[in-house]
């Protein structure tokens, strides 16, 4: 079966199921799994479905746009281990904040069954979370097309009102130099909701270590603690700085 053929099967099983897994698709297909896995990327890359560290979800094209699912497909299987990690960390009541950064989102499929509510400005997360054990309360504020989120003083000032326990951030990058964003109003969401949490949690895949972007806007011990897939060693500098390292490997 060529590769258009697989991928049109695909996307059949997800239209009926609303998802699908690798293992089961190369039973089927009489394919590798890697070779599954290599056509659910181009997919997600395309933006016709949402990966999963398993498989695949069904994508509905009225609620995530394009640009935004490509992002988030982007070291997917990295996000997901990550997140999985990161859900480890969140506890039935816990009250949490959940910025708008593509790896935070990939948090979702985790936490879906906890008792928790979930403080956000990310218009996908609150798609994502509806109608399961989570509650949602939305941070008001200017609507940011392009990034699916809410931002401006409105947003910065809503966050201000709440307490959480815990916050699951992204940046664009990080350094020894500090953390990066690539806009100063996303800074500003996360510097709030993370002056407003107890214990925070940066969420950031290998790549985006040692990069430094637009904006510094804070230094790395903002952050409690980092969860990523690099090495130990591109980050030693975050033990100076009194930043937990929790590491993941594929």
Do not use: W
């Not at 281990?81 to 950064?101: H, K």
């Not at 996303?186 to 904006?215: F, R, V």
Request: overall charge positive; charged content about 25%.
């Amino acid at each position: 079966m060529n590769a258009q053929k697989r991928k049109q099967h695909i996307l059949k099983q997800l239209e009926a199921s609303g998802e699908v897994e690798i293992r089961q698709l190369g039973l089927e297909l009489n394919i590798s799994e890697i070779t599954i896995r290599r056509d659910l990327n181009q997919l997600a890359e395309d933006g016709l479905l949402y990966r999963t560290h398993g498989g695949a979800m069904k994508v509905n094209p009225l609620e995530l746009p394009h640009n935004f699912i490509n992002k988030a497909a982007i070291n997917s299987d990295a996000k997901d281990l990550i997140c999985r990690r990161a859900a480890v960390e969140i506890n039935s009541g816990d009250i949490i904040f959940m910025d708008c950064g593509s790896t935070v989102f990939r948090l979702c499929p985790f936490i879906r069954n906890k008792k928790i509510r979930v403080i956000t400005n990310s218009i996908p997360v609150l798609y994502a979370l509806q109608n399961c054990a989570v509650s949602i309360n939305m941070i008001g504020g200017e609507v940011d097309a392009e990034r699916q989120a809410i931002h401006g003083r409105t947003a910065a000032y809503h966050i201000k009102q709440y307490r959480a326990a815990k916050a699951f951030l992204g940046v664009d990058g990080i350094s020894a130099n500090g953390l990066f964003a690539n806009s100063e109003k996303e800074a500003a969401i996360t510097l709030a909701m993370a002056g407003q949490s107890a214990y925070s949690y940066l969420l950031c895949d290998a790549a985006k270590t040692g990069k430094e972007s637009y904006l510094k806007f804070a230094e790395p011990g903002l952050m409690d603690a980092f969860i990523s897939d690099c090495e130990r060693s591109r980050v030693r500098y975050l033990q100076k700085c009194g930043v937990k390292f929790m590491g993941v490997r594929k």
